[in-house]
């Protein structure tokens, strides 16, 4: 019998995020370190050193409520920091800046969407705390190991968001954290870059037997920078765990790293509890007091979150659900999207929402990929594409001499009439030139008039592609089809 036929698997998360305020969580030294010579962004106080003082940066406070009411979250009135002892070589103090029993955020949840199934996911808590610093662990030419450390990450501010044992399989899990960074990215927080180690997950799992209300022993898994091996590496604790406990085994309460060449999670040490830290209310910063007005504030500007934004394009633009949820991946696509809309001269609105739509689902994106570029990036703009558009409604360019002056705005920047008058790409709709073009073709094509009489539909696809072909796609399509039908049923 398999694993999950026997066992139930219980996962929490613990989600850490850097904020992205220009300076560290308690100093004034530059918050964007990434890429700089090591120990180059450091000052007395996020080195340690004896005598320095620490001040709160406001703004990371902030971007720390807004992720909670954005989640849904209490918001704590009375709040404070508070020290987080533990002897590790990557914290410069011996301690830890971070909030125990008073967080800014509490008793939030989040939504989840998997196969159709939504599924709210508690959220315990929502804090700030400091980043340490990083470690390089290295083997010398003589067999010697030995770190390094470079305390350029050490004091920026990190929020830790914890769920609550709610997620019952790896799939949920991935599909947690993915809405988690959508959020954080709407939000304007975080960049949320597993890749750049600016978001990093922390995994609690446990099996328990089916129909158990017990908890199992809780592990905790670490180094995972990557939805993928969020997937593996709980899949293969699961089953880690699983045959632990068929062959009469005990699983401990430790934490655990996971190894990603190997695929495996191997032991790192035994799981500290609260006690083990030793908490105690950080002396040199003072307790904080959040005004409701000033929570007000925040609320206030809040941005529309990606759920109520797809919800809006379906409804107000007429956009089928698939649509709207990928114009709403990202913030930046969705706002590229309603400026579109907002530079449009006129007339039906979803009509002109879903052409819109098309050009960014399709032939953007699609260029975009190619040039590594985002949506941000994007040479086209927004009144590029009402302008491009506004040709093929009024019939000056078919679409897929559209498509073709797409690429050309793209790659030039030009305006896309311009492209149209200087190539002579105007669309053909004049029913003489075309009816002498539609009786070449018919005329030198009397296998495929045959065909057509026949019965057999391919065969007049293929006359107007001839059609097309011949008047290098400037001709009106429509216009195209009526004439072949009416040549080839005069005749």
């Not at 899990?173 to 922390?202: H, P, T, W």
């Not at 904080?288 to 979150?305: F, I, N, Q, S, Y």
């Not at 539609?438 to 057509?452: F, H």
């Amino acid at each position: 019998m398999a694993i999950a036929t026997r066992y139930e698997t219980v996962i929490g998360l613990e989600v850490h995020s850097q904020l992205l305020t220009r300076t560290k969580m308690f100093c004034g030294c530059d918050a964007a370190y990434v890429g700089d010579a090591p120990n180059t962004h450091v000052c007395p106080v996020c080195l340690g050193l004896p005598g320095s003082l620490p001040v709160i940066n406001r703004q990371a406070v902030e971007f720390t409520v807004m992720t909670g009411l954005a989640l849904h979250c209490s918001i704590n009135e009375h709040s404070k920091f508070d020290r987080k002892n533990y002897p590790y070589p990557d914290l410069m103090k011996g301690y830890q800046i971070s909030q125990y029993d008073a967080p800014f955020c509490t008793n939030g949840w989040l939504e989840i969407d998997l196969e159709g199934e939504v599924k709210r996911i508690g959220v315990n808590r929502v804090h700030l705390e400091e980043d340490t610093a990083k470690l390089f662990h290295r083997v010398s030419p003589w067999g010697d190991q030995y770190a390094l450390v470079d305390v350029n990450r050490s004091g920026v501010p990190l929020m830790e968001i914890v769920s609550e044992p709610d997620l019952r399989s790896p799939a949920e899990a991935r599909a947690y954290g993915l809405k988690l960074r959508q959020i954080l990215r709407y939000l304007g927080v975080s960049e949320a870059d597993m890749e750049k180690g600016n978001m990093r997950f922390d995994t609690n799992v446990s099996i328990r037997p089916v129909g158990s209300s017990e908890l199992g022993a809780k592990v905790e898994v670490k180094n995972i920078n990557s939805f993928r091996s969020v997937i593996r590496a709980l899949e293969y604790e699961v089953q880690r765990q699983g045959a632990l406990l068929d062959e009469g085994g005990r699983i401990p309460q430790e934490t655990r790293g996971w190894v990603e060449d190997r695929g495996v999670t191997v032991s790192q040490r035994s799981k500290e509890s609260a006690h083990d830290y030793r908490y105690f209310p950080e002396p040199d910063l003072p307790p904080m007091h959040l005004e409701p007005t000033w929570v007000g504030e925040v609320r206030a500007r809040l941005p529309e979150l990606p759920e109520a934004r797809r919800r809006r394009f379906a409804a107000d633009y007429g956009l089928p659900p698939y649509d709207a949820d990928l114009l709403t991946s990202t913030r930046a696509q969705a706002d590229f999207f309603e400026a579109c809309l907002s530079t449009s001269a006129g007339g039906d609105l979803r009509d002109r929402a879903k052409a819109v739509a098309n050009w960014l689902l399709g032939d953007l994106a699609h260029l975009l990929h190619e040039a590594g570029l985002d949506v941000e990036q994007s040479p086209v703009t927004p009144s590029q594409l009402n302008a491009l558009q506004d040709l093929v409604e009024a019939s000056t360019i078919n679409l897929n001499t559209a498509r073709e002056v797409f690429a050309q705005v793209f790659s030039t920047g030009q305006d896309p009439k311009r492209i149209v008058e200087e190539r002579g790409l105007l669309q053909i709709s004049d029913r003489d030139q075309l009816a002498s073009t539609v009786a070449r073709i018919i005329e030198g094509a009397p296998q495929a008039v045959t065909d057509y009489r026949a019965g057999k539909s391919q065969a007049f696809t293929y006359l107007v592609g001839q059609v097309m072909k011949e008047t290098r796609g400037r001709a009106n399509p429509a216009l195209v089809n009526v004439l072949l039908k009416e040549q080839l049923h005069a005749s």
